[in-house]
């Protein structure tokens, strides 16, 4: 069953306008979130975390918030640019795994 | 170059051979992640090893058989591969259990005809 969901398998946002892209959790074990970035024919790269004892993380035009009382957390990108097009990923980690336990994306197109 | 590579990039293979996808990592990091990429279904967890000569199953194991006797190596045997193995592999490599940030590798593109 899967603990990650991205409800959303794609987004089309302009160029300059915020990009929002959500993720829920079910597993209350998770207590770190990641988003990774994946271009076509790459690996994903890192992009951004998020511990749960934190509500919100910032990183230039990237921020993360998490809800912990909604098991919900949300990747917001402003201001939108081309070279943001591609698929995001939401993973998250509990304290006693090694692994990350991913969604399944979203397609972010950002249109000139 | 520091990082992790995957090898081969792409494979054809045909059902019931063996195949084995190599990755290596320069960082020395101590745990090493093999994940599949299907539609539909995102990334999932086959196997990890937390050093090495300790392995351990993920999420989908069945099939497959990965060794770690060098830190730096963790390649990903399909014992007899089938059709329902066709897809894209990742390796990643991290340096603590907590995972707070895993590299991956370039992928490995598999079809099994």
């Known amino acids: 069953d899967q603990q990650v969901k991205q409800n959303s398998p794609s987004l089309s946002v302009q160029e300059g306008r915020i990009s ?93 | 170059d520091a990082g992790i590579t995957q090898s081969p990039r792409y494979k054809i293979t045909e059902t019931g051979r063996q195949v084995t996808l190599m990755c290596h990592q320069t960082w020395s990091h101590s745990y090493m992640f093999w994940y599949r990429q299907d539609l539909g279904h995102g ?32 390649p990903l045997t399909l014992e007899s591969a089938t059709r329902s193995q066709t897809s894209v592999y990742f390796c990643a490599s991290s340096e603590t259990a907590l995972n707070t940030e895993a590299f991956f590798g370039q992928g490995t593109r598999l079809t099994v005809v």
């Open chain 2, 43 to 74: 990334l999932r967890l086959i196997y990890y090893s937390a050093a090495a000569d300790i392995t351990d199953k993920g999420e989908v194991p069945d099939g497959y058989v990965v060794s770690r006797s060098k830190t730096e190596n963790f």
């Open chain 1, 20 to 112: 929002i892209l959500n993720c829920d959790y079910t597993n209350s074990m998770f207590d770190y979130f990641l988003w990774y970035k994946k271009y076509p024919a790459e690996g994903p790269t890192f992009l951004i975390s998020i511990s749960s004892i934190k509500d919100k993380n910032e990183d230039g035009r990237f921020t993360v918030f998490l809800n912990k009382s909604a098991k919900h957390l949300s990747l917001h990108i402003v201001p939108s640019q081309p070279g943001d097009s591609a698929v995001y990923f939401c993973a998250a980690s509990a304290n006693s795994g090694y692994a990350l336990n991913f969604g399944k994306g979203t397609s972010l197109l950002v249109t000139p």
